[in-house]
């Protein structure tokens, strides 16, 4: 029966797929880099950050923080070629249920081009999401919808805390994530963190780069742009 339902998902996922492929999903006027994640604004890892980040602003001045409001774990990143009308059909090929909760374990790691991200990346993922979420990554690609990337046949779930704001950083921005890293490790207490993805954490599509009024989210819900509002 597990199997079987596996089976129906990934059909109707690659039903999707296809549809959006036939549908011609080219660059549209949409502004924004388009992608999906889960929210970690309200968990246990954005507390404890909460209370560090003030001292960590004061600190590491040359790094980039994230907002408590921008945790996030990225799933699948489009970009900016997307279509505001193929948005319904790109959520039904994005589905990926949780059927119980899952105990992650948290790591502090480097991410990105020379090391420019400082991140809790998250093992303990089944292996199941892992595979479906790369299956559709490659399979988007494949349509259209996304170009390649070349993290497209891995999964590393991660909660970007700090970054440099040049790419690759600069030597200064360098020893500050070094020294980033080795201070976020001792204050944040892993050992006793408790992070939970939970069935009802649902997947939420987002806008990197987007005109708003505020800085602060720097992610907006795709829903207000293509809204108006």
């Known amino acids: 029966m597990k199997t079987q339902c596996l089976s129906l998902r990934a059909a109707a996922a690659l039903l999707a797929l296809a549809a959006l492929a036939l549908s011609a999903f080219a660059a549209a006027p949409a502004r924004g880099l388009l ?12 507390e404890r950050w909460a209370v560090l980040r003030p ?3 004061r600190l590491f001045p040359a ?3 994230k907002a408590i409001a921008d945790l996030h774990v990225t799933v699948v990143y489009i970009g900016g070629e997307w279509d505001a009308e ?3 059909g790109l959520r039904q090929a994005v589905t990926l249920p949780l059927r119980e909760a899952v105990a992650l374990v948290p790591e502090v790691a480097f991410f990105g081009r020379g090391n420019r991200v400082v991140a ?3 093992q303990g993922f089944p292996d199941e999401f892992r595979e479906r979420v790369i299956g559709i990554k490659k399979s988007l690609s494949q349509a259209g919808v996304k170009r390649p990337e070349p993290y497209d046949d891995t999964f590393r779930p991660h909660v970007t805390l700090a970054e440099a704001p040049d790419s690759p950083p600069t030597g200064e ?3 500050q994530l070094d ?3 080795l201070w976020i490790s001792e204050r944040l207490d892993l ?3 408790q992070v939970t993805l939970d069935p009802g954490m649902p997947i939420r599509w987002l806008l990197a780069d987007a005109p708003r009024s505020a800085p602060i989210p720097e992610y907006v819900p795709v829903e207000t742009h293509v809204n108006g509002e």
């Open 35 to 46: 992608f999906s994640a889960f929210l970690f604004d309200r968990t246990p890892l954005a």
């Open 55 to 57: 001292e960590a602003e």
């Open 63 to 65: 790094l980039k923080l």
């Open 86 to 88: 193929k948005l319904a």
């Open 120 to 122: 809790i990346e998250l």
């Open 173 to 175: 921005q360098a020893r």
């Open 179 to 181: 020294a980033f890293r």
């Open 191 to 193: 050992t006793t963190l």
